[in-house]
């Protein structure tokens, strides 16, 4: 089940990834504070980065903001500004969150 899309801009990753508006936040459920999302990171490829990633995600001027764990991703897959990224749930036995990368340059 999607989550969100979004197309990267240099905010996103100098500051942190903040949810689009329309996110299907049903996923993530009502949470105070900060949850952990742990999630595989994908190429458009289909390569994977080694381990699941923890990304913390918390409310930022009242907006869901990914944060601790992004930088890590962004800096290890080499996101750049322009580049898309699809986060989403996959339920088939458990909950597993996954986030999808795609370099448009």
Known sequence: MEIFTKQLTRVDL????????????????????????????????GTRLPEPVPIHCSTTGGSLVFKTGWYHIANKVGLKSGDTVTFYQEVNGGAQFKLKVRNDR
């Open 14 to 45: 100098e500051k942190g990834l903040v949810l689009p508006p329309r996110s299907n936040l049903e996923p993530l459920q009502r949470f105070q504070g900060t949850i952990e999302l742990s999630t595989i990171v994908e190429s458009a490829a």
